[in-house]
């Protein structure tokens, strides 16, 4: 069984994160690290949500006649995991916040804010920005902080990324290739294609990505750029049903090479007509062994059994006689 691979930050990702960060607080002026009581604490409603559950049903419970009830439910389960763990670890990331009058609105860190109250806690490690960033600049903090979860789903991660070139284009008015984003978000040029793939990916695609049905961004990239729809289905099924990357591969090649086998025969050459047919050669012997085997096992070619039953098929120069005898028995059986 294949070990399940982890969504991890590499080197060279840290690096890269480290210098976006750095160039958005230069930009936006001084921050600063405090502890803040948890009661002073907002989320902002001009900030699109990710979660249905609020401020609210945690300290006051979810009301059973609220309309995402179910909803709210399941994403309370999965806080009180996150408020086992701030409970034993504490918060290792402080969330982001900007002060607004006398309270302040999370910019990043929802879950950890909310996860905190189920916890328990009364207070929380924030970074504090004087204002609320704007545009650009707060999606690739929040794109930042977000990195670092794995608890993401792929549909999330190509939201984060579209946010982030959204807002690129509207400050520069410029196309966002793969080299640009490498060179924002601090990811390798691979990953970057491979993002930007998948978010112009088919339809069907996208589709399946929504709903949780795709959730590896290498599958995802690849089946995008799968031209027939035929094939593409094909690939998203062996997908979902827990296909390899490689598995995946093989089946666009065995289609590729189908496709190329069927033009091939197609395909026309200039010049005089062929007059006969060359039946080509193979350095493997089962080749012709299978071909036999099928002819002689049909209705009518039976009866030549016993005359390739002593073929000794690790010998060649034996082999292509055979096959040569299967041709002359057919011929002649056509002819009659």
């Known amino acids: 069984m294949s070990k399940k691979k982890r969504f991890g930050i590499s080197q060279a990702l840290t690096r890269g994160l480290s210098e976006t960060i750095n160039v958005v ?53 999965s806080l009180k995991e996150l408020a086992h763990t701030i409970k034993t ?15 302040y609105r999370v910019v990043a860190g929802e879950r950890r804010c909310l996860a905190s109250i189920l916890a328990g806690k009364q207070e929380i490690e924030a970074r ?17 902080e977000n990195t670092a979860r794995e608890d993401l789903t792929l549909d999330e991660r190509l939201g984060n990324i579209r946010d982030i070139i959204d807002e690129y284009i509207l400050q520069h008015d410029e196309e966002v290739t793969a080299t640009v984003l490498r060179n924002i978000t601090g990811l390798s040029l691979s990953q970057t294609t491979y993002y ?7 339809e069907d695609v996208q589709a399946e990505i929504r709903n949780g049905r ?3 961004l290498d599958k995802a990239a690849l089946i995008a750029g799968i031209t027939s729809p035929e094939i593409r289905r094909q690939a998203i099924d062996a997908c979902v049903n827990g296909s390899s990357l490689k598995e995946i591969k093989s089946i666009i090649s065995q289609h590729k090479m189908l496709k190329q086998s069927k033009a091939a025969l197609k395909s026309s050459n200039r010049g005089r007509n062929t007059v006969k047919i060359n ?14 085997d099928s ?37 002649r059986e056509i002819a009659i």
């Open 25 to 77: 607080e230069n930009n936006m002026g001084l921050f600063r690290n405090v502890i803040l009581p948890l009661s002073r604490i907002e989320l902002d409603p001009e900030n699109p949500r990710k979660l249905a559950i609020d401020l609210s049903d945690i300290r006051s419970g979810i009301r059973p006649e609220d309309a995402l009830y179910q909803r709210k439910q399941v994403e309370l389960e």
């Open 89 to 103: 670890n504490g918060v290792i990331n402080p969330v982001v916040v900007y002060k607004l009058g006398e309270d």
């Open 128 to 144: 504090v920005f004087n204002e609320k960033p704007k545009g650009f600049e707060l999606k690739l903090i929040q794109w930042v």
């Open 196 to 202: 930007l793939t998948a978010l112009n990916a088919p």
């Open 214 to 216: 795709i959730r590896n």
């Open 279 to 292: 039946m080509g050669s193979t350095f493997h012997a089962d080749v012709i062994k299978k071909i036999i």
């Open 295 to 331: 002819v002689i096992s049909q209705h009518g070619y039976d009866k030549y059994l016993d005359i390739f039953v002593e073929v000794n098929w690790l010998d060649l120069r034996q082999t292509t006689k055979a096959f040569r005898k299967l041709i002359e028995l057919m011929e």
